[in-house]
């Protein structure tokens, strides 16, 4: 799953940039956390991660 700079490993994407959008970064995020897999996670840069241990561990795929 590559999630350029929407899902990072135990973190999410920026929205305080002028073209930042925060109701688009949860609605992405949403989407994501809802998909019924286990896939790696390739985001645009940092680690590489999996969608169980996001799912289980990053903060913002608990809302």
């Given amino acids: 799953l590559f999630t350029g ?8 994407g920026r929205v305080d940039f002028p073209t930042g959008d925060k109701f688009s970064l949860l609605k992405s995020l949403s989407r994501i956390k809802n998909l ?13 991660s999996t969608l169980s241990f996001e799912k289980k561990n990053n903060p913002f795929l608990s809302f």
């Fill in 36 to 48: 019924d897999l286990d896939a790696y996670v390739y985001p645009g840069h940092g680690p590489e």
């Fill in 5 to 12: 700079d929407t899902l990072f490993k135990g973190g999410c």
